[in-house]
């Protein structure tokens, strides 16, 4: 068993930033791949960002890429979504995630990760 908890979100002005954080315990985080997801309200829940479990493969949906940065600290078992250049379609409740699947690899499809945090919102203001 697994336990995520996300923190850091907020209500942020048009063109601020954020940075998400996700704290796992209960098996080796540094063994696992970790995602971040987002669903905004009336809307599906869609990937935003992965990273394998080494740190080396990232990948990002295309609406954030070049604005939000995943990374992570296997010493403290902890996920890292640094948000950038915020927009108010940013604004969602933000999920990070984690699978089993073997392999240092990213997985940007919901049904490949196991367990999930709680989530954290994130409010962007025009």
């Known amino acids: 068993q697994v336990q995520l908890v996300e923190s850091g979100g907020g209500l942020v002005q048009t063109g601020g930033s954020l940075r998400l954080s996700c704290a796992a315990s209960?098996?080796?985080?540094?063994?696992?791949?970790m995602g971040w997801f987002r669903q905004a309200p009336g809307k599906e829940r869609e990937f935003v960002a992965g990273i394998s479990w080494s740190g080396r493969q990232t990948y990002y949906a295309g609406s954030v890429k070049g604005r939000f940065t995943i990374s992570r600290d296997n010493a403290k078992n902890t996920v890292y979504m640094q948000m950038n250049s915020l927009k108010p379609e940013d604004t969602a409740v933000y999920y990070c995630?984690?699978?089993?699947?073997?392999?240092?690899?990213?997985?940007?499809?919901?049904?490949?990760?196991?367990?999930w945090g709680q989530g954290t919102q994130v409010t962007v203001s025009s």
């Open positions: 209960g098996r080796t985080f540094s063994n696992y791949n």
């Open positions: 995630a984690t699978n089993s699947l073997p392999g240092d690899s990213v997985y940007d499809v919901e049904s490949r990760y196991d367990y």
